[in-house]
């Protein structure tokens, strides 16, 4: 059934965070893809990896295999920004966090899938990818704050940090992830205005998820409660900023959707995605690996990064 739809993507980035390389020309976007998808394109794929850091296995050595090791990464300035921000001085006053910004895309399907088939194809992608069964530890918080208005910070004894446990010894799976809106209806009408209210309302919460606790993602399945397999359904994604881009949204949809097509035809994912590396994050790429702003001098910036920073700055100009 699945793999004969009609795939309507129906997508918004909000607060887009690809990192663009004009000097290298590619993207690199800190999210996660899949190997299954890439390995079709070799030029993709050599984009979309790098080497990555476990800060308790060091992903560089292939000594142990991945899925037997927790994978650890401290998050870069930019995915800081998308987190429910700790600000202290902030928080010092009783004051709610900063809200987390969100990302939010949606696949209609010209029919309905089983929901342990969707369960199933949720389960292999997130045993693949390490992002979506992660939570965030530590606090951010500096040493010490040294300006007037304690913006500029010194010392970072306890960063926030990505945990990825191994899929089998991870709390969290497609339970954690999907729920359904069943809409009482079998108008394709009330379907859209079920699926496009939430989506825009995904869009504006802030408070979905826990990041202490994870997944920093959901998916909603809406479907016509009279309408049965064949009629129409919608998927919302739901991301914390964080972990997601449009183009690694894109991908899991792909992901997900060939995953269930496999599995009503088969019974069985017939070729799972290989599992991934925590992927390095934009500040990494531009900067090169553990080189922080806060530890970078005049003498660790290059020519090309200070192309790629003035082709940002000027951005803003040419729009």
């Avoid at 016509?224 to 894109?250: E, K, M, R, W, Y």
């Avoid at 991934?276 to 806060?294: A, C, H, Y």
Wanted: hydrophobic share 35%; charged share 20%.
């Amino acid at each position: 059934m699945l793999n004969r739809l009609a795939l309507s993507i129906w997508i918004v980035s909000f607060f887009e965070n690809t990192c663009l390389l004009p000097v290298l020309g590619f993207n690199i976007p800190n999210a996660f893809l899949s190997t299954k998808i890439v390995n079709q394109n070799e030029q993709l794929k050599s984009r979309m990896f790098g080497a990555a850091q476990d800060t308790e296995t060091m992903i560089g050595s292939e000594e142990q295999p991945l899925s037997d090791s927790t994978q650890k990464r401290m998050l870069g300035s930019q995915e800081l920004l998308m987190l429910p921000r700790q600000y202290g001085p902030h928080l010092a006053k009783n004051d709610k966090p900063f809200p987390q910004m969100s990302h939010v895309s949606a696949v209609t399907l010209s029919s309905t899938p089983k929901i342990e088939t969707l369960s199933q194809a949720i389960d292999e992608a997130m045993a693949a990818h390490p992002l979506l069964r992660c939570h965030i530890e530590g606090d951010g918080e500096p040493t010490k704050r040294i300006d007037l208005f304690q913006m500029v910070r010194e010392g970072e004894p306890n960063p926030c940090t990505f945990v990825c446990p191994p899929f089998e010894e991870s709390n969290l799976s497609s339970k954690n992830v999907l729920s359904i809106i069943d809409v009482d209806s079998d108008s394709r009408e009330e379907l859209k205005s079920s699926w496009t209210t939430n989506f825009a309302q995904n869009l504006d919460n802030g408070d979905w998820c826990d990041v202490s606790t994870g997944p920093l993602w959901k998916v909603q399945l809406h479907r016509l409660s009279s309408g049965g397999l064949d009629a129409p359904c919608a998927l919302v994604f739901t991301f914390n900023h964080a972990i997601s881009d449009q183009s690694s949204a894109n991908m899991l949809i792909d992901h997900i959707v060939s995953n269930m097509a496999s599995l009503e035809e088969s019974g069985m994912v017939k070729k799972k995605a290989n599992i991934q590396k925590v992927p390095i994050s934009m500040e990494d790429s531009v900067l090169g690996m553990n080189n922080r702003f806060s530890d970078v001098q005049t003498d660790g910036f290059s020519l090309k990064t200070a192309s790629y920073v003035a082709g940002k700055a000027s951005e803003g100009l040419r729009n």
